[in-house]
T-cell receptor, first 115, second 113 residues
Framework: DVKVTQSSRYLVKRTGEKVFLECVQDMDHENMFWYRQDPGLGLRLIYF???????EKGDIPEGYSVSREKKERFSLILESASTNQTSMYLC??????????????FGPGTRLTVL | KQEVTQIPAALSVPEGENLVLNCSFTDSAIYNLQWFRQDPGKGLTSLLLIQSSQREQTSGRLNASLDKSSGRSTLYIAASQPGDSATYLC????????????FGAGTRLAVHP
């Protein structure tokens, strides 16, 4: 089974802190994604990566950056945490076979609270 | 720009009922549509993926249909059980590849004994 793990289930940080969220997948997937999920807004794509050291912005990249130094690991960085970044953060990975049956596999999520 | 809408936002039913969750999308040029399940405070699990050439997919008590021309998909749950209580989300791919997905806001289902 595909396994996507996230470094923390719950995290509490203070305004202005630099925050790192880590995601690791064990299925050699090319694509990795970071989403945030807020009530009533659904999942919104922050950044994604289609290869090592490659990244592209999603719908809401402001205030975030990412790093992918190894294929299995994709990190989300909040440069200076703010209260409006309090949210559930979900990481996902998917293969890039180019077929119409590729799906995404999700981690358990990190509930981040910024005080 | 593709938009995905799910109706209703929440649903509460007694155990044993058959129910239908709805998903609509504005751009019919999709190559698949997926339904996911999310338990409270957890990640998403893929339930069903319907390719654009298919009309429906079945897994156990779940049946998902796709009508591209009308921009609609339905998820049918037969003989609902309390264990089906969760949020159900549908998603379609962005244009441009890389398997990026656009999600609906979800339907929160509660099945009570």
């Amino acid at each position: 089974d595909v396994k996507v793990t996230q470094s923390s289930r719950y995290l509490v940080k203070r305004t202005g802190e630099k925050v790192f969220l880590e995601c690791v997948q064990d299925m050699d997937h090319e694509n990795m994604f970071w989403y945030r999920q807020d009530p009533g807004l659904g999942l919104r794509l922050i950044y994604f990566s289609y290869d090592v050291k490659m990244k592209e912005k999603g719908d809401i990249p402001e205030g975030y950056s990412v790093s992918r130094e190894k294929k299995e690991r994709f990190s989300l960085i909040l440069e200076s945490a703010s209260t409006n970044q309090t949210s559930m953060y979900l990481c996902a990975s998917s293969p890039r076979t180019g077929t119409s049956t590729d799906t995404q596999y999700f981690g358990p999520g990190t509930r981040l609270t910024v005080l | 720009k593709q938009e995905v809408t799910q109706i209703p936002a929440a649903l509460s039913v007694p155990e044993g009922e058959n129910l239908v969750l709805n998903c609509s999308f504005t751009d019919s040029a999709i190559y698949n549509l997926q339904w996911f399940r999310q338990d409270p405070g957890k990640g998403l699990t893929s339930l069903l993926l319907i390719q654009s050439s298919q009309r429906e997919q079945t897994s156990g008590r779940l049946n998902a249909s796709l009508d591209k021309s009308s921009g609609r998909s339905t998820l049918y749950i037969a003989a609902s059980q309390p264990g089906d209580s969760a949020t159900y989300l549908c998603a379609v791919p962005f244009s441009g590849g890389y398997n990026k997905l656009i999600f609906g806001a979800g339907t929160r289902l509660a099945v009570h004994p």
